[in-house]
């Protein structure tokens, strides 16, 4: 039994500061189907969060045993929300956060990646640098996010493994330093090569436990390589000896600054590479840094408690119509039971059933450092982007909402369940799912999105989560803005003259919508004292309120 919040030695320096550099945070990024979310179950197996490959996407089949959802999940290979799992290895507490690798759903993985201290970065062996490989790169080298590399699938026919290197060195513009060598491929893959060890981890295809009998070889001239993997070692010899010579050395400094990535061969479903990833992260990926918020920075190992909300997510446990907002601890000790304060609000909360999870399996939190993801569950008092203290106004940035670039009306087919369409609507339009905006001149709700899939996943949750037949229709508009102006006057007169074009968003943000490209830019030149924003961050722009009152 945990002591009373008033009796744990809190908010010792000491106390925070050690376990401060024990987290490890990072979240794992991929373009669909390169493997991501196999590497991330068997992340779990190796550190022995799991025992037996297949239990989380076994409770998670069980929650949506029926749902067409999940239909679409295994025809389109894809996730479309991020999990977040805990996980204690080698003496240290790993936050690890799986994220959607589809487009339509790089919006909530921009914004996991505002959570994170590193990523992973998985490539398909067979495929190279993808498309949304090199959005999520972007936005991580934006943020100088360190990230190692980890090519998959080498069981199968891929790639030359020296031209996937100078790939991902040409198309990411990062020096790669390998830390592993594969020795063959496809159906002559014997296993990896340890490079900073100088041992071999003999492949044998994997069952779904992680076994402490994996046959390895000690020492780069090892003569049993010759013996018995004969001309894929010897052409394996030749490219290690190259890479060890022309290769550059791994230098931690620009590996933590995001101009360097350690990479790493391997096959996730078989296991291998497993075991060298998961030890590298360890070792290498930063313990919680400090984070600047608009008032001050903010170290990590401060005894006051303060977080950042970067997630909410709708129905959870669909039994109890839950909602959780996933909260970064950026410094501090939180306790359960603590008196905490949302900043943009004034309230006051004192959380009582905090969890930690493994993906959808939660477990009751009494206490959390920075670099722990937990979950609070919320009724509407937090939304995305929110800051959370002991009492201080701060105030953390950086997380983005974009301007959406496709539009739907949506109207409930049952007008006696127009209530839970609205209910529904706007709980998935907090956690961000979509996009919801209310027309000032109208009564049917609009909603934005990036991508097509977006509309089949909301029409999808609306029914089963909510009870709610909606009807997607098509919508005029095809171009929004957020509005501001330093003189809210001036704003109302533009919202006042142009009330058949304006919405307010899930946070009551003024929002101009518009037909074609060509008439935003008429707008703007009309009015030269308004600002028009394509990117919202939940602080970064102070929003008026509702000027209707």
Not at 23 to 29: D, E
Not at 150 to 174: A, W, Y
Not at 181 to 200: A, C, N, S, T, Y
Not at 216 to 232: K, S, V, W
């Amino acid at each position: 039994m945990t002591a009373p919040a008033s009796d744990l030695p809190s908010h010792t320096p000491s106390l925070i500061e050690g376990e401060v550099k024990r987290r490890r945070t990072f979240a794992i990024i991929s373009h669909p189907d390169a493997g991501k979310t196999t590497l991330t179950e068997k992340l779990l197996l190796f550190s022995g969060a799991i025992q037996i490959a297949g239990s989380v996407k076994a409770r998670k089949a069980t929650r949506h045993a029926t749902s067409d959802w999940m239909e679409i999940e295994k025809q389109r290979g894809i996730s479309v929300a991020s999990s977040v799992m805990q996980m204690e290895y080698r003496d240290c507490v790993i936050n690890l956060l799986d994220t959607p690798g589809h487009q339509d759903f790089s919006e909530d993985t921009y914004r996991v990646l505002t959570a994170v201290d590193a990523a992973l970065m998985v490539i398909d062996a067979a495929n190279g640098v993808e498309p949304q490989t090199r959005r999520l790169l972007q936005v991580c080298r934006a943020r100088n996010t360190p990230i190692l590399t980890f090519v998959n699938k080498m069981d199968r026919e891929v790639q030359d493994p020296l031209t996937l290197m100078d790939e991902i060195e040409r198309e990411l513009g990062m020096t790669v330093v390998p830390f592993t060598w594969p020795i063959g491929m496809g159906k002559h893959f014997h296993g990896v090569m340890d490079l900073r060890q100088e041992q071999m981890r003999v492949f044998s295809p994997g069952e779904g436990k992680a076994g402490g009998d994996d046959e390895i070889l000690h020492g780069l001239d090892n003569p049993a390589y010759a013996e018995r993997f004969g001309m894929e070692y010897a052409q394996a010899e030749g490219e290690i000896e190259l890479v060890r010579d022309a290769a550059a050395e791994f230098n931690l400094d620009d590996f933590l600054s995001g101009k360097l990535t350690p990479m790493f061969f391997g096959s996730a479903v078989n296991n291998f590479g497993v075991q060298e990833i998961l030890d590298a992260l360890v070792e290498l990926a930063p313990a919680p840094a400090e984070r600047a918020a608009m008032q001050r920075v903010v170290k990590p190992a401060e005894p006051k408690f303060t977080g950042v909300v970067f997630k909410i997510q709708a129905n959870m446990d669909p039994s109890h119509r839950d909602r959780i907002a996933f909260l970064r601890v950026v410094s501090g000790h939180f306790e359960r039971g603590m008196r905490l304060k949302v900043v943009r609000s004034g309230k006051e909360l004192r959380p009582n059933t905090v969890v930690s999870f493994l993906s959808q399996r939660r477990e009751l939190l009494d206490e959390a450092f920075a670099g722990d993801i937990i979950g609070i569950p919320n009724h509407g008092v937090l939304q995305l982007g929110d800051t959370i203290t002991e009492g201080e106004a701060l105030q953390f940035t950086g997380l983005p909402f974009f301007a959406p670039e496709m539009f739907r009306a949506v109207e409930v087919a049952d007008p006696l369940r127009t209530k839970q369409l609205k209910a529904g609507l706007t709980q998935l339009g907090e956690e961000g799912a979509i996009q919801v905006f209310r027309p000032i001149a109208g009564s049917v709700l609009l909603l934005g999105a990036v991508g097509q899939l977006q509309f089949e996943v909301v029409a999808h949750r609306l029914e089963h989560e909510y009870g709610v037949k909606a009807r997607i229709m098509p919508s005029r508009f095809q171009v929004a803005r957020w509005v501001t102006c330093d003189d809210a006057n001036e704003l109302k007169r533009f919202i006042d003259a142009n009330d058949h074009r304006m919405a307010y968003d899930a946070v009551d943000a003024p929002t101009v919508l518009v037909e074609y490209a060509p008439e935003l830019r008429a707008i703007e030149a009309n009015w030269p004292k308004i600002k028009f924003h394509a990117l919202r961050e939940h602080a970064g722009l102070v929003f008026q309120k509702r000027l209707d009152g």
